[in-house]
C-alpha cells in the first residue's frame, strides 16, 4: 500500500508542474546512469531550456528501435538518442523520424549527410587486450594465432553486430574464410557487451571486442594503464550513435533544440569522460587528457546505412556457418 | 479418488489456475495480435529446438539423479551446520544468471583454480566450454533445487515408517525399497519436469558456456525475434513452440507420478536408527562433502570478488536494493494466494496434470510476458504506471511452479490422511486451512515463500522491458554497473543481492520450520 500513495504522491506532483513543457528523451540504459553522461547532460540543456528533461533508457541501441516499433506513432518520446549505423535504415523504414536541421561541424572521420539522424558521438570497434601480449595486427594474424578472444553475440548485441560488418567491410566475400580461421580463436559468445568484458578481465581471454576507447576508461577513471586496443592494418569499424527527433513529438522545437545542444560545446565536453567515446565534434579545448594515448586507427571502416540490412542476412548467415562448425 | 472426502472448495484453485493461463494467453495473443505474416520455421530454428531439449534433459536427468544421494545422505545425517547448508543450498539457484557464470569460471574456467591447479601439477588443462559447460552450469544451479524437492520428499515420510523399518531391522538397501523408492517415485517426475523446463529457458548460460551459436537456445531465437528483427509473429511461434515442449514435457512427468496409497503418521519428528554403519557413514560424508565442494566453491569464488568491490559501490546501490525488497515481498504475497487455492484444487483431483499450468508460467519467455502486457497496456496507459505490477505478477508466475512442486505432494499426504476425520467433523473452507492443512504445511509455505522470495529478488527478465527510471531492481542496477565497465562495483552489488537473497530465504524458511526439525 506504501507504493500506491507513494505513487499517487508523485502523480500529483508532476501534475502541478504541468505548465514546464517536458521534453522525453528515449536512450539507452548506460546513458542515463548515475555515472553516464545523463545527469550532466540533463542539467546542462535544463539550464537552457526552460523545460523538464525526461531521460528514460531502455536497454541497448536494438531494443530501443524494438520498443519505438512497439509504440509506434503513439510514442510519448520527442527524441531518440542511442541508435547506431546499423540500425538508422531501420529506424527510417518506421517512417517515425522527421528531418532535423543540425548545424555542426563534425569532426568525424568520414562526411556526415544525413539529415534525420544527427551523430553526437562515436568509436571504433578494436580487440582490447593487456599491454603485455603481442598482439596481431590483423585479423588473418589473429585466425593464424593461439590467442583466445570473446566476441558477442550479433543475434542479441549491436557490438556483435559491429564484428560482423567490420570483417564484412574489410574482406566482402573473403569473410566466410576470415570466419573460418577465427573460429578456433574464439573461445565463447555472449549476449551482450558486459558479458563478454567481465569475461575477458577475469581472464578468460585473452582480447575481447570492444572500442579502441576502452583503455582510456581504465587509465582515466582507474588510473590503470595495463589496458591497450590492437591496431589492425585492415582499418576499424566505426560505430557513430546518433540522435533523431519523431514525427510525432508534441515539442518539436524543443527536441530540435535538443539535438542542437547534443552537438554543442557543452555536451560534448561532457561525452568523452562519461560515455567513453570520441566527441562528434572536437571541443575547442580538445580530448581530455589520457585520450592522446589511444589508439588511432589509420583507416576508418563503415558500411553505408542503407546497405546495412541486406548484408547483416549475409554476414550472420556465414558467421553461423563459420563457428557452428 | 475421483471424489475426494475432503472438501477443499475447488472455485479459488480454479480462478487462480484460469488467471494464471490468462496471463500468458493475453500476452501471446497481444503480440500475434501486432504480427506480420513472416516466414516459419527455419532450418536453423529446428537446430536450436534440438539443441534445447537436449541440454534441457540431460540437464535435468543428471541435476535429479544426483541429487537422490545427496538428499539422502542429508536425510540420514545431523550435523553442525547443517541447517545452513541446507539452506546455502538454495543460493546458485537465485544468483542472477551472470554472477554464477563468472563464480563458474573463477572455478572451471581457462584462468580458474581448477586449470591452475592442474597447470601446477603439469597437467594439460580443460575447457569448460562446450555442451559440457552447458550442462555442468544447470547442473551448478538446479541440483541445489532438486536436492531441496527430494530432501522435503524424505521429511514428508512419516517417522513411525523408519521406525517400524528399524524394528524389523531392515538393511539400507531393502529400506530404500520398501520406504524411499515410492517415495521417490511421487517426487522425482515433478522435480524433472521443473529442472527440464527452467533450463528449457535457459539463454545466457547455454550461450556463454555452449562457446558459441552452437548453443543457440529457442530463448535466444525468440529474443533476436522481439529485440533485432521486431519479427513478432516468429517471436509469437518460437513462444508457442517452448510453451508447447514445456507443457507435454510436464505432462508426461505428472502422469508418471503414481497414486498414493500408504498411511500416514503423526508428525512426529524423530531420530533415523537405520544406516549406523561405518561405511554407510563414510559414504554419506563423501556424497555431502563433494556436493559441497561442487555448489560452494564458485560461490566463494563470487563473495571473494564481491568483497573487494564492496567499497566501490555507489549509494544508489542500496535504493535499489530497497525496491527490490518490496518487489520480492509483494510477489511472495501473490505467489501464495495464487498457489495455495491451486495446490487445493489439485490434490482434490486423482492426477495432477492441472499442475502443468503452473509450468508453463515459467517456461513462457520472460519477453514474450513483458512484450505482449506492454501491448495490451500501452494504448490506455503509461506501461511505467504498471512497471512495479507487472513485475510482482511475472515473478509470482514464475514461482508457481516451484511452490505448486513444493505444495502438491505434503498436501496430498495430509488430505489422505486426514480427509475422512475432517469430512466427519464437518470441517470445510478456511476451517479446514486452519485447523488441518495449514499447520501441516507450515514448512513447505515458508520454503516456497523462500524460494519466491529469492527468486523475484534476482529476476531480471521482464523488468528491463518495463523500467521505470526511477525505481531500479538491484539485479538491473547491477547489469548497468557491469554496462558502464564497473565490474568491480557490479561485483559488490552482487554480494550483496546474493546475501539479501539468501536473508528472504532463510527469514522465510526458518520461518516456516520455527520449532520443527528440517
Known amino acids: ?325 | 479418488m475421483a471424489q475426494s472426502a475432503i472438501k477443499i472448495s475447488r472455485k479459488t484453485g480454479i480462478s487462480a489456475a484460469a488467471c494464471v493461463l490468462a496471463l500468458i494467453l493475453a500476452a501471446l495473443g497481444a503480440v500475434i495480435s501486432r504480427a506480420e505474416a513472416g516466414a516459419g520455421l527455419g532450418a536453423a530454428d529446428w537446430a536450436a529446438i534440438r539443441f534445447t531439449v537436449v541440454q534441457a534433459l540431460c540437464s535435468a536427468l543428471l541435476s535429479v539423479v544426483l541429487a537422490v544421494p545427496v538428499a539422502r545422505a542429508l536425510a540420514r545425517r545431523r550435523f553442525a551446520g547443517r541447517a545452513a547448508l541446507v539452506t546455502l543450498l538454495g543460493a546458485p539457484f537465485i544468483l542472477p544468471v551472470i554472477v554464477a557464470v563468472l563464480g563458474l569460471l573463477g572455478v572451471f574456467g581457462r584462468s580458474g583454480w581448477v586449470n591452475d591447479a592442474l597447470g601446477a601439477l603439469g597437467l594439460p588443462t580443460v575447457s569448460i566450454y562446450g555442451f559440457h559447460g552447458v550442462v555442468l552450469a544447470h547442473v551448478f544451479f538446479n541440483l541445489p533445487l532438486a536436492t531441496r524437492l527430494l530432501l522435503q520428499g524424505w521429511r514428508d515420510i512419516p517417522a513411525e515408517r523408519f521406525r517400524l523399518c528399524a524394528q524389523l531391522h531392515l538393511t539400507p538397501r531393502a529400506m530404500f525399497r520398501a520406504v524411499e523408492w515410492p517415495m521417490l517415485r511421487q517426487v522425482v517426475p515433478g522435480a524433472l519436469a521443473l529442472v527440464f523446463v527452467i533450463c528449457l529457458t535457459s539463454f545466457a548460460v547455454a550461450l556463454t558456456l555452449g562457446g558459441g551459436p552452437r548453443a543457440t537456445t529457442i530463448e535466444l531465437a525468440i529474443y533476436q525475434a522481439f529485440r533485432f528483427d521486431f519479427d513478432l509473429g516468429r517471436a509469437a511461434l518460437l513462444s508457442l513452440v517452448q510453451l508447447a515442449l514445456a507443457g507435454s514435457m510436464a505432462l508426461v512427468a505428472l502422469r508418471l507420478v503414481p497414486v498414493l496409497a500408504v498411511g500416514g503418521g503423526l508428525d512426529r519428528v524423530m531420530p533415523r536408527w537405520d544406516a549406523r554403519g561405518g561405511v554407510q557413514r563414510m559414504l554419506d560424508g563423501c556424497v555431502i562433502v563433494a556436493a559441497v565442494l561442487f555448489l560452494l566453491v564458485p560461490l566463494a569464488a563470487v563473495v571473494l570478488r564481491g568483497l573487494m568491490g564492496l567499497p566501490e559501490m555507489p549509494g544508489s546501490v542500496f535504493q535499489a536494493a530497497g525496491t527490490s525488497i518490496v518487489v520480492a515481498v509483494l510477489s511472495i504475497v501473490l505467489m501464495l494466494v495464487l498457489a495455495l487455492p491451486m495446490a487445493g484444487w489439485i490434490v482434490g483431483r486423482a492426477r495432477g496434470g492441472v499442475e502443468a499450468i503452473g509450468l508453463l508460467g515459467l517456461s513462457a519467455s520472460p519477453l514474450m510476458i513483458g512484450t505482449g502486457w506492454f501491448i495490451l497496456i500501452n494504448p490506455y496507459a503509461d506501461p511505467f504506471d504498471f512497471a512495479l505490477a507487472v513485475t510482482v505478477l511475472v515473478n509470482a508466475m514464475m514461482a508457481l511452479p516451484f511452490a505448486l512442486r513444493i505444495l502438491v505432494p505434503p498436501m496430498r499426504e495430509a488430505v489422505q490422511t486426514y480427509g475422512r476425520l475432517s469430512a466427519s467433523l464437518g470441517l470445510g473452507g478456511w476451517r479446514l486451512w486452519r485447523v488441518v492443512l495449514l499447520p501441516r504445511l507450515r514448512a513447505q509455505i515458508g520454503f516456497a515463500a523462500g524460494l519466491t522470495g529469492a527468486l523475484s529478488m534476482g529476476d531480471l527478465g521482464v523488468i528491463a522491458l518495463f523500467a521505470d527510471p526511477d525505481r531500479v531492481t538491484l539485479p538491473l542496477h547491477m547489469m548497468r554497473l557491469m554496462g558502464a565497465y564497473r565490474m568491480d562495483a557490479a561485483a559488490g552489488a552482487a554480494l550483496l543481492l546474493l546475501g539479501l537473497s539468501l536473508g528472504i530465504f532463510w527469514l522465510c524458511d526458518k520461518g516456516g520450520r520455527w520449532r520443527a526439525e528440517a
Not at chain 1, 563534425?106 to 562526411?111: E, G, K, R, S, V
Not at chain 1, 549491436?158 to 573460418?180: C, F, H, N, R, S
Not at chain 1, 582507474?222 to 586496443?229: N, W
Request: proline residues 6%; glycine residues 6%; contains cysteine.
Open chain 1, 1 to 325: 500500500m506504501k507504493y500506491l500513495t507513494f505513487a499517487t504522491a508523485t502523480l500529483a506532483a508532476t501534475a502541478a508542474w504541468a505548465e514546464t513543457p517536458e521534453l522525453t528523451v528515449y536512450t539507452y540504459d548506460s546513458f542515463v546512469s548515475e555515472w553516464g553522461p545523463g545527469p550532466a547532460i540533463e542539467k546542462a540543456f535544463e539550464e537552457t531550456c526552460a523545460c523538464d528533461l525526461k531521460m528514460v533508457g531502455l536497454g541497448d541501441g536494438a531494443a530501443l528501435l524494438a520498443r519505438l516499433k512497439l509504440e509506434g506513432a503513439r510514442s510519448d518520446a520527442d527524441v531518440v538518442m542511442g541508435l547506431d549505423t546499423s540500425l538508422i535504415a531501420a529506424a527510417k523504414e518506421t517512417g517515425l523520424f522527421r528531418e532535423t536541421p543540425v548545424s555542426a561541424d563534425y569532426t568525424l572521420p568520414i562526411a556526415w549527410t544525413d539529415t534525420v539522424f544527427a551523430p553526437y558521438d562515436w568509436g571504433y570497434f578494436a580487440f582490447v587486450h593487456n599491454k603485455d601480449l603481442t598482439a596481431p595486427a590483423n585479423f588473418k594474424a589473429l585466425g593464424e594465432s593461439d590467442l583466445k578472444i570473446v566476441i558477442q553475440d550479433p543475434r542479441s548485441s549491436t557490438p556483435g553486430l559491429g564484428l560482423l560488418m567490420w570483417v564484412k567491410a574489410a574482406y566482402g566475400d573473403e569473410a566466410p574464410a576470415i570466419w573460418e580461421a577465427m573460429a578456433d580463436n574464439v573461445v565463447t559468445v555472449t549476449k551482450g557487451w558486459s558479458e563478454a568484458y567481465g569475461l575477458f578481465l577475469e581472464g578468460e581471454a585473452d582480447m575481447v571486442l570492444s572500442y579502441t576507447t576502452s583503455p582510456a576508461y581504465h587509465l582515466i577513471a582507474e588510473e590503470d594503464d595495463s589496458k591497450a586496443a590492437a591496431a589492425f592494418e585492415e582499418g576499424h569499424y566505426m560505430q557513430i550513435e546518433v540522435a533523431g527527433v519523431l514525427a510525432g513529438s508534441d515539442q518539436p522545437e524543443l527536441a530540435e533544440a535538443f539535438v542542437n545542444f547534443m552537438v554543442s560545446e557543452a555536451a560534448q565536453t561532457i561525452l568523452p569522460t562519461t560515455n567513453w567515446m570520441y566527441p562528434a565534434v572536437t571541443p575547442a579545448a580538445g580530448l581530455p587528457d589520457g585520450f592522446e594515448t589511444l589508439t588511432v586507427p589509420e583507416k576508418a571502416l563503415l558500411i553505408p546505412a542503407e546497405e546495412v540490412p541486406a548484408i547483416r542476412e549475409e554476414a550472420l548467415a556465414e558467421w553461423l556457418k563459420a563457428l557452428s562448425k
